[in-house]
Nanobody, 121 residues
Framework: VQLQASGGGLVQAGGSLRLSCATSGRTVSGVGWFRRAPGKERELVAIMNWRGGTKTYADSVKGRFTISRDNLNNTVYLRMNSLKPEDTAVYYC?????????????????WGQGTLVTVSS
């Protein structure tokens, strides 16, 4: 499975960005976005079941970020609204071969390169 992320950039606080992740190769069951802020561990942002659309969000982004997929183009999106300086991070898209309740970051075995999002205050 190959993942190609894009869409990062510099935005002012309160602004919006949309990240895209093009997937190719074998069929995946789970897809998601994770991020690593400067000096911090990588964390889950949003994940979803590719087939059923079940979605999970980090508390810090609920109501502001939306994960979605385009089955036709095998692309996963992360729409980010009301961005805050603390959202500044390298964002990674990832995919898993399985999906189950309680799936964790360690279950995502396919990773794309990161895309940098910088939110200025």
């Amino acid at each position: 499975v190959q993942l190609q992320a894009s869409g990062g950039g510099l935005v002012q606080a309160g602004g919006s960005l949309r990240l895209s992740c093009a997937t190719s190769g074998r069929t995946v069951s789970g897809v998601g976005w994770f991020r690593r802020a400067p000096g911090k561990e990588r964390e889950l942002v949003a994940i979803m079941n590719w087939r059923g659309g079940t979605k999970t969000y980090a508390d810090s982004v609920k109501g502001r970020f939306t994960i979605s997929r385009d089955n036709l183009n095998n692309t996963v999106y992360l729409r980010m609204n009301s961005l805050k300086p603390e959202d500044t991070a390298v964002y990674y898209c990832a995919a898993s071969s399985t999906w189950f309740s309680g799936i964790k970051e360690r279950d995502f075995t396919y990773w794309g390169q990161g895309t940098l999002v910088t939110v200025s205050s």
